[in-house]
């Protein structure tokens, strides 16, 4: 009987590290992610946005093959993840709220990659393959 106990509580146990695991991991790619995105922007004057965005590169690899938006993604899991660490429900609704906050700007963000990125005037053309922030759905 003994044994049966200890066996259920070191299942637990595995089970949180695995959690604790996954939540590293997608913090780690959404970290990539931001590093991916800033090499991308140009040396000139940040002052100047407009100019900024019109000199960005399409961003690839980490996720950003499937996904316009990775780091959303990889947040939006990892908030995922640490809800069900902490198994309360306040985690879930930030969960939840901040998920929809992050797909709302990562379709408006999509849809400004394509307008950018029309393969007109030498600027490359965006692959119409990507979805805005969770692959082969949105």
């Known amino acids: 009987r003994r044994c049966v106990q200890e066996t259920g509580y ?4 595995h089970g949180v590290y695995s959690l604790v695991g996954l939540f590293l991991m997608f913090e ?3 970290q990539i992610c ?3 995105l800033r090499k991308l922007r140009t040396a000139g004057n940040k002052e100047d946005d407009s100019n900024q965005r019109s000199n960005r590169g399409i961003p690839f690899g980490w996720g950003f093959d499937q996904v316009s938006c990775a780091n ?3 947040e939006s899991l990892s908030w995922a993840v640490f809800a069900i660490l902490v198994r309360a429900w306040t985690a ?3 969960w939840i709220v901040s998920t929809v906050t992050m797909t709302l700007w990562a379709l408006k963000k999509h ?3 394509f307008k950018e990125f029309d393969g007109k005037d030498g600027r490359p053309k965006y692959p119409r393959n990507r979805k805005a922030m969770f692959p082969y759905i949105i």
């Open 28 to 30: 780690f790619l959404n």
């Open 92 to 94: 879930y609704i930030f």
């Open 111 to 113: 849809r400004r990659y």
């Open 34 to 36: 931001h590093v991916t």
């Open 72 to 74: 959303y993604l990889w």
């Open 10 to 13: 070191q299942r637990r146990v």
